[in-house]
């Protein structure tokens, strides 16, 4: 166990669905971070959350919304998501945002998008 | 084309042998880290190399950062069924910017 909890591990929903994933740290982290992992594609960094406050959104639809009440909770909330958003969410979190620190990874919610 | 990319795409080799992988970047970079990922699962943190440091070892995992050619290796000796995952580097770039950039990953198969 690395320390970062994601709920929930499956998620199937419809383009019309509103949904949320959670993640949760218990590193005593302060960024957290959300990456989409699609097939055959790069890790892709969505969000990232710096003692609470967003320092980065990769141009990502508004369709994904995060939210981040404190240091130790991520969440991403869905709405209305297209078949191609289908991917392994992966939530991340390390002791402050930089470069040279270890990211600590959940183990993922893999989303299917009907 | 991303930052890192890894080299070979996929890797079958036999229990025992070694196993290597490559990842090139195009910008300079303050550190290299590699990553691990085991089906369907999360990353897990294997190591991390500075841009001044040249070799650096962990257990059976060796890796090397050749800074002019913008290359970096990951080597794993005496290679176990279960070391069965894909690896992935990750950069930073020197522009100020912290954030991460992954590779596409290797896949690699260690037969037993």
């Known amino acids: 166990e690395t320390g970062v909890t994601q709920t929930p591990r499956h998620l199937v929903m419809g383009m019309t669905n509103k949904k949320s994933l959670k993640c949760e740290q218990h590193?005593?982290?302060?960024?957290m971070y959300w990456y989409k992992q699609s097939a055959k594609k790069p890790l892709e960094l969505m969000f990232v959350y710096n003692f609470k406050e967003q320092t980065e959104n990769n141009s990502v639809p508004s369709r994904f919304s995060p939210e981040c009440p404190n240091s130790s909770h991520l969440f991403l909330h869905l709405h209305t998501l297209q078949p191609e958003d289908s991917a392994l969410y992966l939530c991340?979190?390390?002791?402050?945002?930089?470069?040279?620190?270890?990211?600590?990874f959940g183990p993922g919610t893999r989303l299917t998008v009907l | 084309s991303q930052q890192g990319e890894e080299d070979p795409q996929a890797l079958s080799i036999q229990e025992g042998e070694n196993a290597t992988m490559n990842c090139s970047y195009k910008?300079?970079?303050?550190?290299l880290q590699w990553y691990r990922q085991n089906s369907g699962r999360g990353l897990v943190h294997l190591i991390l190399i500075r841009s001044n440091e040249r070799e650096k070892h962990s257990g059976r995992l060796r890796v090397t950062l050749d800074t002019s050619k913008k290359s970096s290796s990951l080597l794993i000796t005496a290679s176990r069924a279960a070391d069965t995952a894909s690896y992935f580097c990750?950069?930073?770039?020197?522009?100020?910017?912290?954030?991460?950039?992954f590779g596409s990953g290797t896949r690699l198969q260690v037969q037993p």
């Open positions: 910008t300079s970079i303050n550190n």
């Open positions: 991340a979190s390390s002791p402050d945002f930089l470069s040279y620190n270890e990211q600590f």
């Open positions: 590193l005593g982290h302060n960024a």
């Open positions: 990750a950069t930073d770039v020197d522009t100020g910017r912290r954030a991460l950039t």
